[in-house]
């Protein structure tokens, strides 16, 4: 069932963002996309920095609101912690000459303007006033409930904190990790017969990974609760590229795609086959759109298995993580588990070429097409 959300004025209309965003934004520009009189959700970018040439930050604004598709009109906002500057004529509002780019870049693409307003720490205003005016914070209306939606207080950094997690059980999946490295590792070597001295949990930990595919849906079944060694295994692989991305597109897709994108991995890295087209159309966020629950649920998984890891061992799970969120339209998020990553391991190359994809802009073609 769809929620109406209406708005008859500015005022209105800021009272609806944080519900169309699913938070309360910050040092941000947000772009609603109308078709007719109806907005379709909300696009988020970072305010750009002062040496940004506006006119190219509006191109590229712009350009990503166009491939929606089907959109014929545009508000806009932009929320900043500047305070406006007073003048004669009455407050000089931040970040105009951004707000003049693009509503020239507007006027190009043909897209009418509803609103394009500026929100301040002393108050709000509209960009397009003959005769500026400061509007006060708290003649803006709550943000509405929508079903589906959470606590819309925080900024778009809010809810991308990893689960708690203390040293204790940092301790145990380490040590779940470190048993699991050594069974494997004798397992590659050959003739192995495993004897008393082998922890009889990395030996099921080792058997659950005889059948990656099958352990992937298994994680998806209780993303709150990885017991130490099934956590181990689930970070072994997202350690390894070749199994970290079939993981990824099977949690984008299903058990069987997942099997085939293990396939492929394998058969590239054995002998540089080319993987199919459609499992790396999935990497680029292209394709049917993903169950969005599916998703949440792998995102959960991987945040609690980098909760949990050791500091040495969450660059692949926080990579994963990040992907998901990417997947999701949490771009802000994104971001947030690769700085982590790559603070960690500042080679990584899958945490690097995702930054490059964000600081792009780039999105998933499925999250900028109606559900």
Do not use: K
Not at 3 to 28: C, K, N
Not at 40 to 47: E, N, Q, S, W, Y
Not at 115 to 120: D, I, N, R
Not at 197 to 204: F, M
């Amino acid at each position: 069932m769809s929620t109406i959300l209406h708005a008859t004025d500015a005022a209105e209309l800021l009272g609806l963002v944080p519900s169309l965003a699913g938070f309360t934004p910050r040092q941000s520009l947000i772009l609603l996309p109308f078709r007719g009189r109806r907005t379709h959700g909300a696009l988020r970018v970072d305010l750009p920095d002062p040496d940004v040439d506006p006119d190219e930050f509006a191109d590229a604004a712009i350009e990503l609101v166009d491939r929606i598709g089907g959109v014929d009109a545009l508000a806009l906002v932009v929320y900043t912690d500047e305070e406006p500057l007073s003048t004669p004529d009455g407050p000089l509002l931040p970040q105009l000459a951004l707000a003049e780019s693009l509503l020239d870049a507007a006027d190009d693409a043909a897209l009418r303007i509803v609103e394009a307003l500026c929100v301040t720490p002393g108050g709000w205003g509209d960009y397009r006033d003959d005769e500026p005016e400061l509007h006060p914070l708290d003649g803006i209306p709550t943000a509405p409930a929508v079903p589906g939606v959470g606590d819309v207080s925080g900024d778009q950094l809010a809810g991308a904190a990893l689960p708690p997690s203390d040293l204790a059980e940092t301790e145990r999946v380490g040590r779940a990790l470190a048993d699991l490295c050594t069974v494997l590792q004798r397992e590659r070597r050959g003739a192995w017969v495993p004897g008393p001295e082998e922890n009889p949990q990395a030996l099921a930990a080792a058997v659950m990974l005889d059948d990656v595919p099958a352990f992937a849906e298994a994680v998806l079944e209780s993303p709150d609760d990885l017991p130490p060694f099934t956590c181990a295994a689930l970070l072994w692989c997202l350690n390894r590229p070749v199994f970290r991305d079939a993981i990824i597109v099977q949690w984008a897709t299903d058990a069987a795609f997942g099997t085939r994108a293990l396939a492929a991995q394998l058969a590239f890295a054995d002998a540089g086959s080319t993987v199919p087209d459609d499992v790396g159309e999935v990497f680029l966020g292209r394709g049917a759109r993903p169950d969005p629950d599916r998703l949440g649920c792998a995102l959960s998984v991987a945040r609690r298995a980098a909760a949990c890891a050791p500091r040495a061992a969450r660059p692949g799970a926080l990579v994963a993580a990040a992907w998901l969120a990417w997947a999701l339209g949490r771009s802000s998020h994104a971001a947030e588990y690769l700085r982590q990553a790559l603070e960690i391991d500042p080679q990584h190359s899958m945490a690097s070429l995702l930054r490059t994809v964000l600081a792009a802009a780039m999105l998933p073609e499925w999250t900028l097409r109606r559900a």
